[in-house]
């Protein structure tokens, strides 16, 4: 669905939540109309809290603020908008940077009828969306993410919450957005390696879900690189739709079908635990992890060695590694022994059958573990 000017249409993707759906809305040069599209979802609206990440704050929030200050509420008064920005970084989703939140959210005088918008990657989607869950417990909610990878991943889903000192996204709640709104313009101003690490999660959806998006990926990823509008577009809604869809079936990960978007994450995770902090971006590690796990499938009689050589040849055409010449066998076995996936201590593992479907397998030998990391060493 789309609509807009045939130049530059805006596409919709619908996350199926019965009653707590919700549009994705994916544009270019937009940003300037979302207060209109949030007063058109939520029309009783009359006291917007801002968010934003300060390395966004100009021009983007400032965009979105000033539209929404002048716009009116039901009653033809002005909609009260009030702002908050947060540094940068990991470290912002502490308890006591959400403590922060909540005090400033009294003070402004936030209630029910209030709208939490995060704008920013996915530290203040996350912060932001579980201050929105917490406060009198639950406000409404809107992301606009401004990084790749928080519009293909993070900001989709309802998965908020924040770190504890040793444990990462510890303490959290599933809250959905009312309204996901992406203009692709922001990108703009995203480091190019942070673009790039984004399309790391873009080829994921690709293995996992979509084989005829993967072809498209393939005959793409110069556009992608390029950062082309069109093409840009395209594979964020084509990921949402890959997401969504996952999301539809398994909301709050407890048919096992939401993990499947961890594909990769288990070596990724490790990886990034042990490479030394800020070694690697996210999307980095995940691009050598899915390496891993296919390297593992591969060896395991799961799936045909072309798939390897496809998903390579992919990251790389997209400016992503797929080796890691440091990777510590001995201290990432430990690290995804202790992982999440991990049951009753055997080693769990979404691996690919064939381009476009993916499965979780149990009970992997450490040997097979030791293997897969060496492959991409
Ligand atoms: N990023 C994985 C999930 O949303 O479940």
Not at 156 to 179: D, H, R, Y
Not at 252 to 273: D, K, M, P, V
Not at 300 to 319: E, F
Not at 324 to 339: H, N, S, Y
């Amino acid at each position: 669905m789309s609509s807009g000017s045939q130049r530059n249409p805006t596409l919709s993707v619908e996350v199926p939540l019965g009653d707590r759906s919700y549009p994705i809305k994916i544009g270019t040069q937009q940003i300037d109309s979302f207060s209109q599209t949030i007063l058109a979802t939520l029309p009783d609206l009359s006291h917007a809290l801002v968010i934003a990440d300060t390395a966004v704050e100009d021009p983007w929030a400032k965009q979105l603020t000033d539209s929404l200050t002048a716009c009116q509420t039901e009653g033809g008064k002005p909609v009260r908008v009030s702002t908050l920005s947060v540094p940068s970084g990991e470290t912002s989703k502490s308890v006591s940077q959400l403590s922060e939140i909540w005090q400033w959210m009294l003070d402004c005088s936030t209630d029910r009828s209030s709208v939490l918008i995060a704008v920013g990657g996915g530290v203040i989607g996350d912060l932001a969306g579980f201050a929105a869950a917490s406060f009198t417990r639950g406000i409404r909610f809107i992301q606009v993410p401004t990084t790749l990878l928080a519009m293909v991943d993070s900001s989709v889903g309802g998965k908020t919450g924040i770190n504890l000192p040793t444990s990462k996204n510890m303490v959290g709640a599933f809250w959905q957005p009312s309204l996901v709104l992406i203009d692709t313009d922001v990108l703009s101003t995203l480091p190019e390696r942070a673009y790039i690490s984004g399309l790391a999660e873009v080829i994921k959806y690709g293995v996992i879900d979509d084989a005829d998006f993967f072809d498209w990926l393939e005959a793409n990823a110069t556009k992608l690189v390029a950062r082309e509008d069109e093409a840009v577009r395209h594979a964020i809604a084509e990921s949402c739709r890959s997401k969504s869809r996952v999301v539809g079936e398994d909301e709050r990960e407890t048919s096992g079908r939401r993990a499947i978007l961890n594909y990769g994450h288990t070596f990724a995770h490790a990886i990034e635990a042990t490479a030394g902090y800020g070694e690697l971006l996210h999307g980095e590690a995940v691009a050598i992890g899915m390496q891993m796990a296919a390297n593992m499938a591969v060896d395991l009689g799961m799936c045909d060695a072309s798939l390897l050589s496809r998903q390579n040849d992919l990251l790389l055409a997209c400016g992503l590694p797929t080796t890691f010449a440091e990777a510590d066998v001995d201290a990432m076995l430990p690290v995804m022994q202790r992982d999440k996936k991990v049951s009753h201590g055997k080693l769990r593992f979404i691996l690919p059958e064939r381009i476009g479907s993916v499965g979780l397998v149990g009970d992997i030998a450490p040997d097979a573990v030791i293997r897969a990391i060496e492959s991409c060493r």
